[in-house]
């Protein structure tokens, strides 16, 4: 089955303390972001790759880091997380191909930061 | 600059009655648009897009969206709404002759049929 794998589903962590969210796709995608969802603003883009070493910022970067090492996966880092850091993560990956452009998405990431 | 506006926050429907949700976008030349939908503690999931050709898409579980030119719309719709389709509903949209960098989400609008 085509999809995008998150982990973890639920994540509750302290101020500071370093933390990963891993994100997998199956579909060969080149392309892959990630974004938040927060109640109000929608879904916003925190960083996106165009293929693997090639990784630019989306609209809030700040607090974040990704690595694209291989094609399949793509990291969310947050070196030293903050309670405004808490929100719905999710991950996205697209062909680059204009037929079958289109964004499937990963299940989600709910990070609480206390 | 890319963006979408959904008007309204929250649509409330009968089931058995027909739903729009409402999407207008701004972009610079021809748009991509797509609609996808919401359930409790899920993902998003692709309901329908539009790239070129017929103004009409249709898309999964019946809905279909018609895209407007002039008006800069792309209104999503069902003629008949089920209590399942009950969710939160995203519009977005990217400029066919930028980079693929990003889709433009809406803030969402949550929808309601009641039975």
């Known amino acids: ?114 | 600059a890319q963006s979408v506006a959904q008007p309204e926050d929250q649509v409330n429907v009968a089931e058995g009655n027909p739903l729009t949700v409402k999407c207008t976008y701004s972009v610079s030349g021809n748009p991509y648009l797509f609609w996808y939908v919401q359930y409790p503690n899920r993902g998003l999931q692709f309901l329908l897009k539009y790239i070129t050709g017929d103004n009409l898409v249709k898309g999964s579980y019946g809905f279909e969206a018609e895209f407007n030119k002039s008006q800069t719309s792309f209104h999503l719709k069902k003629p008949s709404a089920l209590v399942s389709d009950s969710a939160l509903y995203f519009c977005a949209v990217r400029a066919l002759n930028t980079g693929f960098q990003k889709l433009v989400f809406g803030t969402g609008t949550r929808l309601l049929v009641s039975p």
């Not at chain 1, 989306?58 to 030293?80: A, C």
């Not at chain 1, 405004?84 to 499937?104: H, P, V, W």
């Open chain 1, 1 to 114: 089955e085509a999809q995008v794998t998150q982990n973890p589903r639920y994540l509750i962590t302290v101020t500071g303390k370093k933390l990963t969210v891993t994100c997998s796709q199956n579909m060969n995608h080149e392309y892959m972001s990630w974004y938040r969802q927060d109640p109000g603003l929608g879904l916003r883009q925190i960083y996106y790759s165009m293929n693997v070493e090639v990784t630019d910022k989306g609209d809030v970067p700040e607090g974040y880091k990704v690595s694209r090492k291989e094609k399949r996966n793509f990291p969310l880092i947050l070196e030293s997380p903050s309670p405004n850091q808490t929100s719905l993560y999710f991950c996205a990956s697209s062909s680059l191909d204009r037929k079958n452009y289109g964004y499937t998405f990963g299940s989600g990431t709910r990070l609480t930061v206390v």
